[in-house]
């Protein structure tokens, strides 16, 4: 069984994870904003179960009866909250004051779940039915049982 993630490298993952989709969006304009936000959809299913953030603090996203490799339509669900906050964007003229209004009430609810639930789970984890383990922890417990 793998070590449950730290809290703060989850939000720093995603933290990595949105600038990405900022670079999409301001790189890739005005396609990238869509680009973005199917990266924000579909990035946990990438790299074994790793978006471009949770591979650069190493954590990764299982399933969570057996911790096996989640798989695209897994991410799609686990991320669709996020996602639907950055589609207001399309909206013309209200569309921004939509993104940043949703985004602190949607936002604000996933961080309280994550800070509030003892295994860090947020609400897209309870409906993909996953959770965020640590794999430098298992790597560095392998090492340890290596050396021994």
Do not use: C, H, W
Not at 46 to 66: C, E, P, Y
Not at 78 to 87: C, G, H, S, T
């Amino acid at each position: 069984m793998e070590q449950i993630a730290n809290k703060l490298n989850r939000f720093i993952a995603k933290a990595v994870d949105l600038l990405i989709v900022g670079f999409f969006s301001e790189i890739f304009y005005p396609y990238g904003l869509m680009a973005g936000l199917l990266y924000l959809l579909i990035g946990d299913g990438f790299f074994n179960g790793q978006s471009l953030g949770k591979k650069l603090i190493g954590l990764k996203v299982v399933t969570a009866s057996d911790e096996k490799k989640i798989e695209f339509k897994d991410s799609i669900i686990r991320n669709m909250f996020l996602a639907v906050v950055l589609a207001f964007a399309f909206i013309p003229l209200f569309g921004m004051f939509l993104m940043f209004t949703a985004g602190l009430f949607i936002y604000g609810i996933e961080i309280y779940y994550i800070i509030t639930n003892p295994i860090g789970e947020r609400i897209g984890d309870r409906l993909a039915f996953t959770k965020v383990v640590d794999v430098k922890q298992k790597e560095d417990n392998s090492k340890v049982q290596n050396v021994e």
